[in-house]
């Protein structure tokens, strides 16, 4: 009797699949002049993007009368706190989240009480 294992042995070596021809060297050519061209419009795109940030930071500056600084730190990060609000801790905070937890523990589900954020 054979060994199974011998029968069911896959040769690794064999790809399931036909491997491309290589590339000639027009076609490599070809597409690494694609890809640098490409690589110069994407940076110039953003190289125009940022002049254009700067230039309207500065307006915004002399017209609200504010280094142009707080407006890139507006642009690039004053949308952070509408994806996650973080609320301070403070004492009242604390007490109310406390007594809402006490008379939580005594109710039903449909009675709980709920912290309100104000």
């Given at each position: 009797?054979?060994?199974?294992?011998?029968?069911?042995?896959?040769n690794?070596?064999?790809?399931?699949?036909?491997?491309?021809?290589?590339?000639?060297?027009?076609?490599?050519?070809?597409?690494?002049?694609?890809?640098?061209?490409?690589?110069?419009d994407?940076n110039?795109?953003?190289?125009?993007?940022h002049?254009?940030?700067l230039?309207?930071?500065?307006?915004?500056s002399?017209?609200?009368g504010?280094?142009?600084?707080?407006?890139?730190?507006?642009?690039?990060h004053?949308?952070?706190?509408?994806l996650?609000?973080?609320?301070?801790?403070s004492p009242?905070r604390?007490?109310?989240?406390?007594?809402?937890?006490e008379?939580?523990?005594?109710?039903?589900d449909?009675?709980?009480?709920?912290?309100?954020?104000?």
């Open positions: 009797m054979p060994r199974m294992q011998s029968i069911l042995k896959v690794t070596r064999q790809r399931p699949y036909a491997r491309r021809p290589p590339l000639t060297a027009a076609q490599r050519r070809a597409q690494k002049s694609a890809r640098s061209q490409k690589s110069f994407v110039k795109a953003v190289a125009d993007w002049a254009a940030t230039a309207k930071a500065e307006e915004l002399q017209r609200f504010v280094k142009p600084r707080y407006f890139l730190d507006r642009f690039f004053g949308g952070a706190h509408m996650s609000k973080h609320s301070k801790v009242w604390v007490f109310l989240s406390k007594a809402a937890a008379e939580n523990s005594s109710m039903s449909t009675m709980k009480v709920f912290l309100m954020t104000f």
